[in-house]
């Protein structure tokens, strides 16, 4: 039997292996259909990734079931004002939670985004690292409190007790808990997916710590974005999802969106996250299929770090049903799940 040390061992040689790999060596092919049971669509995203997978929970409250949310913060905390905003909700100090509530009702009542009612009961699962010095551990905390605001606190998971840098916590990784660097994957030894999928899944399969039996399928992306222009707002041309092989043969699956964080995306990091996130190996034995968006380092519209847009670079109708970036990636699920979803 290979050792645990040895199969990570050998899972970070891969990783500089993918890293030296270009990620637009492979075609992208058109996003396929599966059967998607209903209610199984849920998200989980880390840093800007974060903040993008709360957007979506709290935009698309009627499609999303489920929501891991690592080092993000609260919803509209940037307000379509960076400058002015982004140091606050980084750290977590002066946020005005009571106004992002009255937000998100307003925009409720008006349609832009469905009604928060949606929100409660359905599982989150969140994390903050107590050495997190991107994203500091009052900015979850304001989330947590806006949280308090739709749903009952018995829905919420909630691990601020870990000494942990700002990073996607795996236990694939060999970087260490407290450590800050490229690729921003930690292993803090727990497994994070383990516990947010059986939030959202009920009781798991064990995961499959071999070869997987699955296909990773990079897809055309551009599909999906206005005008077929992804690059207009800062995502990629192609992104990517995983599918085990029980889903492509057909059977009843579900669907999580994994989200990565600035300086994360394929361009930056090739297919390092897509491929040693820790997710697969539970997708493959419990019929989960994994779409990865993807975002590009921009400079018009500003975005050099690839970050999702969860202050307004794209627009200030960014954290709203319309906003380009969450329409494309919603439009990724609904085609995904073969055009069934209603929202």
Same mark, same amino acid.
């Given at each position: 039997m290979v050792s645990r040390f040895?199969?990570?061992?050998?899972r970070m040689l891969l990783l500089g292996v993918a890293l030296l790999l270009s990620p637009w060596a492979w075609a992208a092919s058109p996003l396929g259909a599966y059967n998607i049971a209903p209610s199984s669509v849920t998200v989980a995203g880390i840093s800007s990734g974060g903040y993008m997978a709360v957007q979506?929970?709290?935009?698309?409250?009627? *499609?999303i079931f489920g929501t891991?949310?690592?080092a993000g913060g609260a919803y509209y905390c940037a307000q379509n004002n960076e400058a002015y905003w982004g140091s606050a909700c980084a750290t977590g100090n002066g946020v005005p939670v009571s106004s992002l509530v009255d937000y998100t009702n307003q925009q409720a009542a008006a349609g832009t985004i469905d009604p928060t009612g949606n929100i409660a009961g359905?599982?989150?699962y969140m994390f903050s690292g107590m050495l997190d010095t991107v994203n500091y551990q009052a900015a979850m905390d304001d989330l947590y409190s806006y949280y308090q605001s739709f749903t009952s606190t018995a829905n919420i998971t909630y691990n601020n007790y870990t000494a942990a840098e700002h990073a996607w916590i795996t236990p694939d990784s060999v970087v260490a808990c407290s450590y800050l660097a490229a690729p921003y994957m930690n292993n803090c030894g727990f497994d994070a997916e383990q516990t947010f999928l059986g939030q959202f899944y009920g009781q798991l399969n064990a995961r499959n710590d071999g070869t997987l039996g699955g296909s990773f399928i990079q897809f055309d992306?551009? *599909?999906?974005?206005?005008?077929?222009?992804? *690059?207009?707002?800062?995502m990629d041309s192609s992104g990517w999802v995983y599918v085990p092989q029980n889903c492509a043969q057909g059977q009843s699956c579900r669907l999580l969106v994994a989200l990565h964080g600035c300086s994360q995306n394929q361009e930056t990091i090739g297919t390092t996250f897509v491929q040693y996130a820790g997710i697969n190996e539970w997708a493959d034995t419990n019929n989960i299929i994994v779409l990865y968006p993807q975002t590009i380092n921009a400079t018009v519209p500003y975005n050099p770090y690839g970050c999702w847009d969860w202050w307004g670079y794209t627009g200030g109708?960014? *954290?709203l049903k319309s906003g380009p970036q969450m329409a494309a990636i919603m439009a990724e699920v609904n085609q995904l799940a073969g055009g069934t979803l209603q929202f």
């Open positions: 040895t199969r990570l061992s050998m979506l929970q709290v935009a698309y409250s009627q *499609a891991a949310v690592m359905k599982p989150i992306q551009d *599909a999906f974005c206005p005008d077929s222009n992804c *690059a207009a707002i800062s109708n960014y *954290a």
